[in-house]
Structures are given as C-alpha cells and as structure tokens.
C-alpha cells in the first residue's frame, strides 16, 4: 500500500493530508477537509456535480487521484462567497431560479467560473457549450443559461466600476 | 468506487518515466490525463500494481509548427487544441475533433497523447492522425523512434509501444495548398463516445481530389483506416455518384458491433453518410 502526504491550497487556505494512492481527489475533499458542497453524482466521470477548480480550470474531481493535486491550488464552493455575500453566479442562481433539487448547482457554478474568467462575454451558445459538460436533470438548462448569463453582466458590471475613470 | 491498491510514482524526466517503465513492465500503466484510465481503474476493469504519473514531465506539452510539420508533446491538453490560435485555421480537421472530444471538463485533463496511445477504437484521435498520416514518437531505454501511424495501432487498446516506451510526440505533415479536411462524428450527447464518426483529409486539383486519406472511429475492433474508399475518390471528381460510391466503400469495410448506439445495419448506412458529408466538408475547406 503506497500512502502519501499531500499539500495544497484549498479556497486560499493551506492543507497536509494522508491519502493512499487510490484515493480520488474528490473523497479528500468531501471526506478529510469537510467541504461537502462538491457532490458526486456517478460512477462514471459523466455527470459534473464533482467539478473544482484546479489551478485555473474546472475539473472532475472525481477523476483524479488526490496525490496528484500535490502542490495545486484548488477552488470548491465553499470559496466562491465573498466577505461582502453572495457571488454574482450565486446570486444569479437565486435570482433567475437556476435550479431545483440543487445537486448539480455547485458543480455547475465551478464550472460557469472558470467560463468566466476566460470569456467574460459569452453567447448563449458559448455557455451552453462550457456547461456542457454538467448534466442538470430537473432545470431543462434554461435557467441555468439566464443565471450565468445574469452573473455574466453583473461581474462586468462590477468591473466597469472599479477600473479608475 | 475505489480502484485496487496501486503503487504511485511521479518521475520529473523523461529518463526517470523510462526507468520506472522498465523495472515494473507490464505491472506498470503510464498516468497521463487520466480520463480513461482512472474510470477504468474505478470499476477495476484496470488494476495496475503501479501507476507512473507522467504529468511532472516538463517538456511535453506543446504545440509548434515547423515548415514541413505540426508537433503537437504527448502530454498537451485537448483544451489547449480548442483554445490555440492557428490549429482552426490550418488544421480543422485536427479542430474539429478537438470540440467533440467528451466534454469542456474532461478536455481540461485529457492529452492528445494518451488519447492515442489507449488506442480505443472509440477515440477520436486515432482516426484523426490516421486521416493527417501523422507520425508517432516514442522514447525508451534504446533511444527514441518514429513510428508511422499506419504501423501503430495493432488492435483493440494495442500499439505499436513497448511496455517500457513512452508516446512523446504527435507529428501531423503539413497540408499543403488545396489541402483540406473536417472530422464529423455523432454522438447520442455530449461525452459519449461516437455512434460513428469519419477523419478525412484530403488535396484538390481543381475538381479533381489528387490525395485522400479517410479514416473511422468506434466502427471497427480496431481504429481503421477506409482505405477501399480512399482509391474510389483518388483521381477523381468529387461527384455525387462518386461519393456514393465511397460511403458505401467505407460502409461495407468497416466492421462495427451492435450495442446501445445502434444496430450493425444503423451504423454502416451512418457511416456511408457521414464519409460523403465529411468529405464534402473537407473539399470546401480546401478551395
């Protein structure tokens, strides 16, 4: 058995963890750090409910060993909320009734983020493209499109009013 | 679920990979994006005694283009095809496979090299470096090697690799003027594999197609090249009887099974269609 110490940044915070070899990233993060909001939804690295964000890109979680996210820097939802509340992706979810049973939320917020800080104007077929890899099985994606599309104009929004006139 | 008990290296040069390759031979499977592997692993359809994790290696993630060739490090991203500046331009063919390659999540892993080096007749690279005639690089303890592609794959999930070689590198000739090509496949959605799904590469004379290389995904044991098809077009206008002609070429070649995705029938008369839309495509690109 080949059991490893693993450090890495999650959400901004340091972390040393045990894990043996085998054990998916996903399970260090729901099992050893608490940080329940990532979900796992299948067996069969299809559906996104598990998706972080690792060193700049969303990811699977839960195809992934935790030994190789030695080093890395890791965002989940937990980190997404700022001091002042609510992230616009979070906010828009709420607004424009971006889900039902909630399980694929996390995920597909993680997953829009990153879509975000790559394309911060995207179409709608560009979200639905970078969704696309999260199923939703109660919205239809409608909704989602319009959160994100929500969060979309209000972090530009946002950073409109912070660039010095 | 969670796979067997594995032993876990992750070597920083290319030398060290090769070593660990050699030591634990067939116990060893090489770690690449793990997109295949870990599903793999996690219903123990895989159960290595020792994995070695090539994402440390510095060096293999790459894409430059000389002037006779594109190349392309084994450990290169499927993102970073999608999101590169000139491969759409210059290589749709190559750009077109990139955007249907599972999902936007799953291509933020998966590497160009390990896509190829799995050898899954489902994969979408195989066919579409059989379509370019690309050129495999692989280093082992005798050094390195070039292999053809057409020499490469010799089976379901088999290669022309030796247990102790690593794939390093994709070379893809660069297509010369009037050249073209497109990758269309079907899927049932997004991140499952091809019902079916046709590589062409090709160059025009005028009406006339002078070179042609056609290739099929998940449609055959083993990824395969729709050689029978290539002849009925080389020399040839790409009229509609022409076409015809090849879609069924390539739909009585190929040697696909029945599963979820369809019937052996439904997925030969796909084929024919999709070898006739796929070479179209290819043909306008090339103007």
Redesign the interface.
């Known amino acids: 058995?080949?059991k490893?110490t693993i450090q890495f940044t999650v959400n901004g915070a340091s972390h040393t963890v045990e894990a043996?070899?085998?054990?998916?990233l996903v399970?260090v993060i729901r099992e050893q750090l608490a940080l329940t909001g990532t979900h796992i939804g299948c067996?069969?690295?299809?559906c996104?409910a598990c998706?972080i964000i690792l060193n700049g890109?969303?990811?699977?979680s839960c195809?992934?060993?935790a030994?190789?996210a030695?080093g890395a820097s890791i965002e989940t939802i937990e980190g997404v909320a700022g001091p002042a509340g609510l992230h616009p992706l979070q906010e828009g979810f709420w607004e424009k009734h971006g889900l039902q049973c909630g399980f694929c939320t996390p995920g597909m917020i993680m997953?829009a983020k990153a879509l975000l800080e790559r394309n911060p104007e995207p179409t709608e077929h560009e979200i639905r493209?970078?969704?696309?890899?999260?199923l939703c099985r109660c919205t239809g994606y409608v909704k989602i499109v319009e959160a994100i599309q929500y969060a979309a104009e209000k972090l530009r929004e946002q950073s409109a009013v912070e660039v010095p006139a | 679920m969670i796979p067997s008990v594995f032993d876990f290296y992750a070597p920083r040069t290319l030398d060290e990979a090769v070593a660990l390759l050699t030591e634990h031979g067939d116990d060893a499977k090489i770690l690449a994006g793990g997109q295949s592997l870990i599903p793999a692993m996690r219903f123990r359809l895989a159960a290595p005694a020792v994995l070695v994790d090539i994402n440390g290696l510095t060096g293999l993630d790459y894409i430059r283009e000389t002037e006779s060739y594109l190349a392309i490090g084994a450990l290169t991203r499927e993102s970073s095809l999608e999101e590169h500046a000139f491969i759409p331009a210059r290589y749709p063919l190559l750009a077109d496979a990139a955007h249907v390659i599972a999902d936007p999540l799953v291509r933020n892993r998966a590497t160009v090299g390990g896509n190829l080096a799995h050898a899954d007749p489902a994969n979408d690279h195989p066919a579409v470096m059989l379509a370019y005639g690309a050129e495999i690089h692989a280093h082992g303890p005798r050094g390195a090697r070039a292999i053809p592609i057409d020499d490469f794959f010799t089976g379901m999930f088999s290669t022309a690799l030796q247990p102790d070689e690593l794939l390093t590198e994709i070379r893809i000739p660069r297509p010369g003027p009037f050249s073209g090509g497109a990758y269309i496949k079907v899927e049932r959605k997004v991140g499952d594999y091809a019902v079916s799904a046709v590589a062409v590469q090709l160059t025009m004379n005028g009406e006339v197609c002078t070179a042609i290389r056609i290739a099929l995904t998940n449609v055959s044991p083993a990824p395969m090249r729709a050689e029978i098809a290539e002849h009925v077009l080389i020399g040839q206008p790409l009229s509609d009887l022409n076409l015809e002609a090849a879609g069924q070429a390539a739909a009585a070649a190929c040697d696909p099974s029945a599963d979820l995705r369809g019937s052996i029938d439904y997925k030969r008369d796909l084929t024919r269609i999709l070898v006739k839309r796929a070479v179209r495509k290819a043909a306008e690109r090339a103007a």
């Open positions: 058995m080949s490893h043996e070899s085998r054990i998916l399970h067996d069969t690295s299809s996104g998706t890109r969303a990811i699977k195809t992934m060993f030994v190789q030695h997953a493209y970078g969704i696309s890899g999260n």
